[in-house]
Structure formats: structure tokens, C-alpha cells
């Protein structure tokens, strides 16, 4: 046993990724995904005896095809047989909330090992679907148990949202651009130029990444410009600035305390130690917060992160944000403190070469966004990073929903300063903080607070966030031509418009 250690300590000992390009016949089904990505965590930690020992089996959420059990379809194919089987419900934010309880878990001496895996045939199912081709995958019993499930299953939107067409993400993260750039004092084409540059930047990471999905980066114009092949989606992201979830993808990880690790056989230039892991939430639904460009949630668990790390921002070497959109990055930088909130330039970020890019993948459009298992992605290229540095610090978020749900983790190849990993979710504070009313009854003058073009093909309408004279927030949409236009053109934000009792917003 290392003298020095607690054997307690939690440690990330194996990190497998696995990707599938070719549409072959037979084709990888997400649990089988996920168990080989944990015989690769298994493989390359260099120890023995990790799966079938591990006491907790955690799977992501998989959307590409469902299991009765996805945990127990998992740890039949590696050969485990765990106390306890845990999937999450839906949130990009679980993967990493699922690590830092895992952590916890080893540091009270709860668990030796503990297993995390996620998996997504999202484009093997969409090319499957479109031949009417239903796969011989794995249908379990209705007998079978049901697994402990992970997260909130609270809906994401409400009756008034829902209604007012504020439900999909590709629509609701434009708004939070949108109203970023009006905060940041940017003309229109200079956030263009803005985005398509962090965008630029991340697809220069992917290109030397091996497990990115997407490797001949394209150049900052080319990611914005709408054409046949890169499509607007909504104003102003085009197809290029969002998520690609149409991969087959899995990952996985493998925690264990030190004295398991040392049990197996896990040299000790494997070892990732985690320092620390905070999760917390913002007010559940977009309407009632207080802005559309910050995350409270986010700046309070980064607080607590670095401060239970004992670190401060400058101290990271290496950052991996979620990255689903441009406004998510930019937001989760900006909480963090990771660049200046004044950076109107964008030059806090850079691809290869720059002293801290803000993604090691690549990011959700290029190294691939296999819908919630992004995060173990990420997680595991870092510890693969980190270990190539050693003694650098590293830093992950994970964020689900509308940057609603947040975790952050905190790891290193050397141990926690303070000895231990520590652990916090700051919940009741974030609660505790102001919000916004909701009035979807207000009829007369209103405030344009931000503004998205929804495209189908061609431009179909604006949805549109507005704050009444008392400060409450009102849905519209219109689908008048002009307001269309002067959305994507001018600065809208801050301009006055009427809102009538249908939810249609004009222009004076």
C-alpha cells in the first residue's frame, strides 16, 4: 500500500472509448458498446479482475434503444454480478453527476469498484429505420427487475412553454446566443465571426483525436454559412453549430479506491485521482430565470469545486466543457471563470497549439455527440490527457436540459491536496435565488429580450422572448417576414414590440 495515500481514495484506473463507422450487417447494439468499452477501460488500465469484481454497474441513459435493465444487460456481457444495477433517466448532465457519487461512494468505503458506461447505435438505427430494418437486438424479459434509476424525471417544459413552442433545444439555445450577444455588445456578424471561431477552434482539436467522429475540420466560415449541406436550423446556428448525434458511439470508465487498484494490479502511472465533483441545478424551467445567458447553478458548483480542490481556475491545464451548443460553452466559460465574461473577441479559446482550449475531444458537433453519454467521452480523453501531463489538472462539465442541470469534476494524476475527495451539491443556495415570472395572458407593449429564426427548409417563424413593463417574461412567436428578417439582420434585443393576446409579437 503507497504509505502517503488514504486507501480510500477514489481513482479513475481504466477509460475505454469505442466508435463504429462501417454499416455493417451486424452491427453493435448500445450494450454491446458499453461492455466494450469497459473491456477497453479494462484492458488498458493494465489490472486484473476489474469487471467481474466491480460492485456497481452504472449505465447512461440510451435513446437509440431501450432495455427493461440496460445495467444488468451490461454486466451479463462483461461477467459481473454487482450489488447494485443503476441506470439515469434522461440529462446530459448524469454521466458525470454518476462519477462524482461513485467517488463518494469509494472515499466512505460504500464500494471498491464501480463501473460507468455509455452507448449510442444512433446512426446505425436512423440507416436501419429508413431501409425498414428492425435490428435482432436484445429484448429482455418483462420479468426482469427494474434497475435503481439516476436524476430527475421532472419535465423539462411546462403547459405555457410547451405551447409557446419553447421545448426543443435546437430552438431554445439560439435564444440564450441570441441573448448573449446583445449582453456582450456584439454586432451581429461579429458573433458570427465569434462563434464560428470557438467552433473553428474545437474542430482543429477533433482532427487529433482518434475517437472523434469528425476529423477534416472545417473552416470558421464553412461551420457558418448555411448551404445544401450545412442547413440552417435556427437562427443562428447552422447544422454545423449543433450537436451530431448521429454516431454509434460508446464509453466507459473504471473507479476504484487505491487499495483495490493496488489489489489488481493497476500500475500506478494509470492512476487519475478525482479531487473533487459538485453538481447543482438551475431553476427548472427556462421561463422563470432570471436572464437567458448565465447559469447560476453552473457558478455556484464551479465555486464549490475549485474551492474544495483547493485551486482557483488558473490553476487548470485542461478543460473539457459540454459542448451540445456554442452558447453552452460560452456560458459554461464564463461561469467557470475560465475567460473573461469581456471577451468580446473570443480570445479566450484556441484549437491546437492554444495554452488552454476549452474542449480535449473536439466537442458534441465534431468529436461526436452520442446524446447523453457525451460526458464519459470526454471524461475518459481526459484521463488519457492528464496522464500524458502528469501532475496538470483537468477539469469536466456536464450539462443536461436547457444548461438547466450541471455537474463538475476536478482530477489529476497526483492526489487531492487535501488528502481525500470531497464532494457537494450547493442545491438549496441555487433554489434560494431570484426568479422570473411567467405571464402568458399579458396583451400590449413589451421588450424584445431575445430572438431565433426556426427554420424548416425555409424560414417558418421567430420565437421570440419578452419582458412585460413589471419584468415578467412572455413567450411569442410571428411569422411576419420582416420581423423574420430583422431578427437575423439587426439587434432586436432591447427593442420595443406589442404582444397580443394570441402570443403573435410585432414590431411597431
Known amino acids: 500500500m503507497a504509505a ?3 486507501p ?14 462501417d454499416a455493417t450487417s451486424d452491427p453493435l447494439e448500445p450494450a454491446d458498446l458499453m461492455a466494450e468499452a469497459l473491456r477497453r477501460a479494462e484492458t488498458e488500465s493494465g489490472g486484473t479482475g476489474l469487471l467481474t469484481n466491480t460492485d456497481q454497474v452504472l449505465t447512461v441513459s440510451e435513446l437509440s434503444w431501450k432495455y427493461r435493465n440496460p445495467a444488468l444487460a451490461v454486466a451479463e456481457r462483461i461477467g ?9 433517466v434522461v ?13 463518494a461512494d469509494i472515499q466512505a468505503g460504500v464500494s471498491d469498484i464501480i463501473v460507468i458506461a455509455g452507448g449510442e447505435a444512433t446512426r446505425t438505427r436512423s440507416r436501419l429505420r429508413k431501409a425498414g430494418i428492425e435490428p435482432d437486438w436484445t429484448i429482455q424479459s418483462d420479468a426482469i427487475d427494474l434497475p435503481e434509476t439516476i436524476g430527475d424525471l421532472r419535465p423539462l417544459v411546462n403547459d405555457i412553454e410547451n405551447a409557446r413552442g419553447v421545448r426543443l433545444p435546437v430552438h431554445v439555445y439560439p ?11 456584439l454586432s ?4 458570427i465571426d465569434r462563434i464560428g471561431g470557438l467552433w473553428s477552434a474545437f474542430a482543429d482539436v477533433a482532427a487529433g483525436n482518434s475517437n472523434a467522429w469528425i476529423r477534416t475540420p472545417p473552416s470558421a466560415s464553412e461551420i457558418t454559412t448555411a448551404s445544401a449541406e450545412n442547413r440552417m436550423i435556427a437562427w443562428p ?19 476504484t479506491s487505491v487499495a483495490a487498484a493496488e489489489r489488481s494490479g493497476v500500475p500506478r502511472d494509470q492512476w487519475v485521482f478525482l479531487h473533487a465533483g459538485t453538481e447543482a441545478i438551475d431553476h427548472w424551467n427556462v421561463s422563470n430565470r432570471v436572464d437567458l445567458c448565465s447559469s447560476p447553478a453552473l457558478r455556484t458548483a464551479g465555486r464549490d469545486a475549485f474551492a474544495l480542490a483547493g485551486i482557483t481556475p488558473d490553476d487548470i491545464a485542461h478543460i473539457d466543457l459540454y459542448s451540445c451548443f456554442p452558447a453552452a460553452v460560452q456560458i459554461g466559460a464564463i461561469e467557470l471563470g475560465l475567460i473573461p465574461a469581456t471577451d468580446t473577441a473570443g480570445t479566450g479559446w484556441g484549437g491546437v497549439g492554444a495554452t488552454r482550449p476549452l474542449t480535449v475531444t473536439g466537442g458534441m458537433t465534431f468529436a461526436g455527440g452520442p446524446l447523453n453519454n457525451y460526458p464519459t467521452h470526454g471524461l475518459a480523453t481526459m484521463v488519457e490527457t492528464l496522464r500524458n501531463d502528469p501532475g496538470s489538472l483537468g477539469l469536466c462539465t456536464a450539462n443536461g436540459g436547457y444548461t438547466t442541470e450541471h455537474a463538475v469534476l476536478i482530477a489529476s494524476t497526483t492526489p487531492p491536496a487535501a488528502g481525500a475527495y470531497r464532494h457537494s451539491n450547493p442545491q438549496a443556495e441555487v433554489d434560494a435565488l431570484p426568479s422570473v415570472v411567467c405571464d402568458d395572458t399579458y396583451v400590449g407593449e413589451v421588450t424584445v429580450e431575445s430572438a431565433t429564426v426556426v427554420f424548416e427548409d425555409v424560414a417558418s417563424h421567430a420565437l421570440i422572448s419578452t419582458r412585460t413593463p413589471d419584468g415578467h417574461r412572455s413567450w411569442g412567436q410571428s411569422t411576419d417576414a420582416d420581423l423574420m428578417n430583422a431578427a437575423m439582420t439587426m439587434e432586436l434585443v432591447g427593442t420595443r414590440a406589442y404582444r397580443s393576446s394570441d402570443a403573435t409579437v410585432a414590431l411597431p
Open 188 to 191: 451581429v456578424d461579429a458573433h
Open 175 to 185: 435564444l440564450f446566443e441570441v441573448a448573449l450577444r446583445a449582453r456582450l455588445g
Open 8 to 21: 480510500r481514495l477514489p481513482i479513475i484506473v481504466g477509460a475505454g472509448q469505442v466508435m463504429v463507422r
Open 237 to 255: 446556428y447552422t447544422k454545423r453549430l449543433c450537436s451530431n448525434n448521429q454516431v454509434d458511439q460508446g464509453a466507459a470508465v473504471i473507479l
Open 91 to 103: 440529462g446530459g448532465n448524469l454521466a458525470d453527476v454518476m462519477v462524482a457519487r461513485a467517488a
Open 4 to 6: 502517503d495515500l488514504d
Open 80 to 88: 459481473a454480478s454487482p450489488r447494485r444495477l443503476a441506470t439515469s
